[in-house]
């Protein structure tokens, strides 16, 4: 019969299958490249701030004014000069005009400070495709003229950024075995004694009554033994890896200086 108890015995002798000191060293290791990893970003983040609001705002607006979507545009275009139906969005389409009012409200609103030398004079009149076209340059120029504004102000704020202040890192292993082994055996005997008695007698005179008549016996013993036998053994084993990583972040601004 097998033993439960010795096997849960032997599963315990196997804990060093499990890899624990590795998964640990794993945990610490993840968790240090990816601390690194986001101040690196953070850096490069600093870098490349300081980098584009080094340039000057007509460098800037050369380089990111083809990044400016045709929606961010219309947008613009819409609360400058808006349309009365809802469909179009903005008086400023190919096909339709500008009153003498209109053009010089869209020159106005897509001047450059910084970069007179390139702000366009929208003539009132017809809107035909190179006139058209210019707008929509002239627009694209006017919000990247914007985006170089607010990060100039930015770098006078500083940058925020996140600083790790404290941390805990945190693995637990649980391993548990169990064993048990179970016997059960039921035994039933059953006995019966039996004696029967056979007679046969004929027919015959008074006299000859004990003569003719003639008896037998018989004597029956019988013994009966049932047993009902159960083995059970059960064994086995249970293992709960458990990491966890608390780290407490700050926020601060990091001075720059363009």
């Given amino acids: 019969m097998s033993n439960g108890t010795s096997a849960a015995v032997t599963e315990a002798a196997r804990l060093n299958e499990i890899g624990f000191p590795e998964f640990t060293a794993k945990l610490i ?21 300081v980098t584009q609001v080094s340039k000057t705002i007509a460098q800037f607006i050369n380089d990111t004014k083809d990044d400016i979507s045709g929606e961010m545009i219309l947008q613009f275009l819409a609360k400058v000069l808006p349309a009365a139906e809802e469909e179009s969005g903005t ?27 390139n702000n366009p004079t929208i003539s009132q009149g017809d809107i035909d495709k ?3 076209q210019s707008i929509l340059d002239a627009v694209a120029r006017r919000i990247s003229a914007d985006k170089y504004t607010m990060l100039k102000e930015m770098v006078k704020m500083g940058i925020l950024r996140l600083v790790v202040e ?12 169990y064993g048990s082994t179970f016997y059960q055996k039921q035994t039933s005997k059953y006995h019966r004694d039996a004696f029967s008695f056979r007679a046969k007698a004929k027919t015959g005179s008074l006299v000859s009554l004990w003569a003719k008549a003639s008896a037998s016996t018989s004597y029956n013993s019988v013994n009966i ?9 059960i064994s086995g084993s249970r293992v709960q890896i458990y990491g966890r990583v608390e780290i407490n972040f700050k926020t601060d601004y990091q001075p720059l200086t363009a």
């Fill in 91 to 117: 008086k400023v389409k190919e096909g339709g005009t500008l009153t003498e009012q209109e053009a010089t409200t869209i020159t106005s609103a897509v001047a450059v400070a910084g970069d007179e030398a």
């Fill in 225 to 233: 033994s049932t047993s009902k036998e159960t083995n059970r053994d």
């Fill in 166 to 177: 404290n941390g805990v890192i945190e693995t637990r292993l649980t391993f548990t075995t």
């Fill in 130 to 132: 190179s006139k058209y």
């Fill in 29 to 49: 290791t993840d968790t240090f490249d990816a601390l690194v990893s986001a101040n690196i970003r953070q850096t490069e983040a600093y870098i490349e701030l």
